[in-house]
């Protein structure tokens, strides 16, 4: 007499990791050099408490976070410079009409959840903030958005990479992108990831509405740029 017995199933086999390289995460940061890319922490392993640590340490470029990857910003001298001297405008025409206040280049903001973003310079409505109060001292990354994102492109500065700055900026409630080109002493002027108005380099950039009455004249401010 043979007695059946119950077949046991075999476990499911493991499904494989895919494969991720060096060029896939550069490439999901934007084609960026890899030199700009933190190895410590591991890409993708960062936590928002690595981004204070090594902002504060300042060992280095200011770092934005993305995807768990600390990314070291892109700014030289004469971006460094164009972006002081846009801030100074913009301070100085807040002095007269108190609507809101001015990030610099190491101001990072949570914008969406797991990407801390720094534009070289932003604007930020009284309106748009809690309270009408800017964030405490105490909250060195504050989970804000800015009205206005202004970037002035640095030479490693892709597109890949502007482009999905831009398409955080827009999903994180950003009203509008103002890019600079030192290069060419131009400007765009996005009102969504890929709706752009060029600007000239004899043009001007309009606050619109959100900064009534703010302009600001590229001839103007290069030539402030190049002043001994």
């Known amino acids: 007499m043979t007695t059946a017995t119950a077949s046991i199933p075999a476990a499911p086999a493991t499904p494989p990791r895919p494969r991720s390289t060096l060029a896939d995460l550069l490439r999901r940061l934007g084609d960026i050099p890899a030199d700009r890319v933190r190895s410590d922490p591991a890409p993708g392993h960062a936590t928002l408490e690595d981004l204070i640590w090594a902002n504060e340490t300042r060992d280095a470029q200011i770092c934005e976070w993305v995807d768990g990857t600390l990314v070291e910003k892109a700014m030289g001298f004469q971006e460094s410079r164009l972006a002081m001297l846009i801030g100074h405008l913009l301070l100085d025409f807040l002095e007269a ?35 009408g109060k800017p964030p405490p001292r105490e909250d060195k990354v504050p989970a804000v958005v800015p009205d206005l994102a202004i970037e002035v492109l640095s030479a490693s500065n892709t597109p890949a990479e502007m482009a999905r700055k831009r398409d955080e ?7 509008r992108v103002w ?41 103007d401010l290069f030539a402030r740029a190049d002043r001994r």
Do not use: C, H, Q
Not at 183 to 210: K, M, Q, Y
């Open 97 to 131: 009409n108190d609507v809101g206040t001015v990030s610099g280049p190491d101001g990072v903001m949570e914008i969406l959840p797991n990407i801390g973003r720094a534009p070289d310079v932003g604007f930020i409505a009284w309106a748009s903030l809690p309270g």
């Open 169 to 175: 900026y827009f999903r994180a409630g950003v009203k």
């Open 179 to 219: 890019e600079i080109d030192p290069e060419s002493r131009s400007a765009n002027v996005f009102t969504g990831p890929d709706a752009l108005t060029p600007v000239p380099a004899d043009g001007t950039l309009d606050g619109e509405t959100i900064l009534p009455g703010f302009a600001l004249s590229l001839r």
